[in-house]
C-alpha cells in the first residue's frame, strides 16, 4: 500500500470515528429521553454493562464506552436514569475497567444505534 492512500485511509478513519461514538446526555426529565435507563446492583442483572470514559475520543461504536457530554446537542442519544428497573427499556452496569464494558443482552442493542 502506498503512502498516499495509506494517509488517506487514516484521515478518513478519523474523521468517521467520532460519528460513531457513544456519546450520551443524561436528561432531567423522562420525555425529553429517547432511551430509560436503570442502574442494576449486580452485573448479571445488565443488559448492558458500561465504562464511563474521561475523553470524548476515547468512545466506542455501541461498546458499552460512554462519553457524557456536557450539552444535549453534543450527543448521539438522550437517557433518562429512571427510578425502577421496570421502567427501563435498557438495565445497565457500571463497571470499573474499560475491558469489562459491552454488551449481555443483544437484543436490546438497538436502542443505541
Known amino acids: 500500500m502506498n503512502i498516499k492512500l495509506s494517509t488517506v485511509l487514516i484521515v478518513l478513519v478519523l474523521l468517521v470515528q467520532?460519528?460513531?461514538s457513544q456519546k450520551v446526555y443524561s436528561v432531567e426529565?423522562?420525555?425529553q429521553a429517547e432511551i430509560k435507563v436503570f442502574v442494576v446492583k449486580y452485573e448479571n442483572q445488565a443488559d448492558l454493562?458500561?465504562?464511563k470514559v474521561?475523553?470524548?475520543n476515547q468512545a466506542?461504536?455501541?461498546n458499552g464506552k460512554w462519553f457524557f457530554t456536557s450539552y444535549q446537542n453534543q450527543a448521539k442519544k438522550k437517557i433518562y436514569f429512571v427510578?425502577?428497573?421496570n421502567q427501563a427499556e435498557v438495565k445497565i452496569y457500571f463497571v470499573q475497567y474499560e475491558n469489562q464494558a459491552g454488551w449481555r443482552n443483544n437484543s436490546k442493542k438497538h436502542y443505541f444505534y
Open 18 to 20: 467520532p460519528l460513531f
Open 49 to 51: 454493562k458500561v465504562f
Open 54 to 56: 474521561r475523553y470524548e
Open 60 to 62: 466506542g461504536d455501541n
Open 29 to 31: 426529565y423522562e420525555n
Open 83 to 85: 427510578e425502577h428497573e
